[in-house]
């Protein structure tokens, strides 16, 4: 059973970095946003700080390609013209780009690999979490890979074949491994085991919007 939703929302982003930037040319620039941080400022003007308002502070007129929850970390890109903003768009539009996000989750997965078929929908009663729901929901597939069995946790590698809200941590948490420090989807030990959800947007590769080329980004796993 979850844990019921919270009544208030305590926002206390990191601010060292103020910015990570790890690349950056005339039309992009790829961040490494920290886990804690709204991707886009919230409607709450308590909640304007953000990996966007922070990008516009140094970059005006940079525009949001994509975003990551606030709890997870990772590759983020901010387009810096219209033009390219919307070559970048499309690919993610169309599934064209490649993603791979490294968790640690609860418990030891029995299998080596596998992939998740189960459909999401909003849980409007808790929203903003999400929930298998085989009438209302839409496709959602994710595939995982264990990385490494750590006495009672798995590092696991997943890579979302679609991108829904929420996919990796509903899917995760229905195999019965939830990733450890979710505030939304893990309870007891595997929430306690881990001081933020353990959950990293490693690896995202696409064309770049001038040359057509591949490109492709990493940041670090930080846990």
Request: aromatic letters at 8%; hydrophobic letters at 40%.
């Amino acid at each position: 059973m979850l844990n019921p939703m919270p009544k208030t929302f305590n926002y206390d982003p990191p601010t060292d970095p103020w910015l990570s930037i790890l690349y950056e040319d005339e039309a992009m620039l790829a961040c490494d946003k920290p886990s804690g941080l709204l991707s886009v400022p919230g409607k709450d003007p308590a909640l304007f700080d953000s990996l966007q308002s922070r990008v516009l502070d140094a970059y005006p007129g940079a525009g949001t390609v994509h975003r990551l929850d606030k709890d997870t970390s990772g590759i983020m890109l901010f387009a810096k013209t219209k033009a390219a903003h919307g070559k970048l768009g499309m690919q993610f539009e169309k599934r064209q780009t490649k993603k791979t996000y490294f968790a640690r989750v609860w418990g030891e997965m029995a299998e080596d690999d596998g992939l998740v078929d189960l459909p999401l929908a909003t849980d409007w009663e808790h929203k903003p979490r999400q929930r298998v729901d085989y009438e209302r929901g839409r496709a959602a597939q994710s595939r995982w890979r264990v990385i490494a069995r750590e006495g009672g946790t798995t590092r696991v590698e997943l890579t979302p074949v679609t991108g829904r809200t929420h996919q990796l941590r509903v899917h995760m948490m229905e195999l019965g491994h939830p990733i450890l420090g979710d505030p939304f989807y893990a309870t007891g030990a595997a929430l306690d085991a881990a001081d933020r959800l353990q959950l990293h947007a490693a690896y995202l590769a696409l064309r770049h919007p001038l040359s057509g080329d591949e490109i492709a980004f990493t940041a670090p796993v930080p846990f």
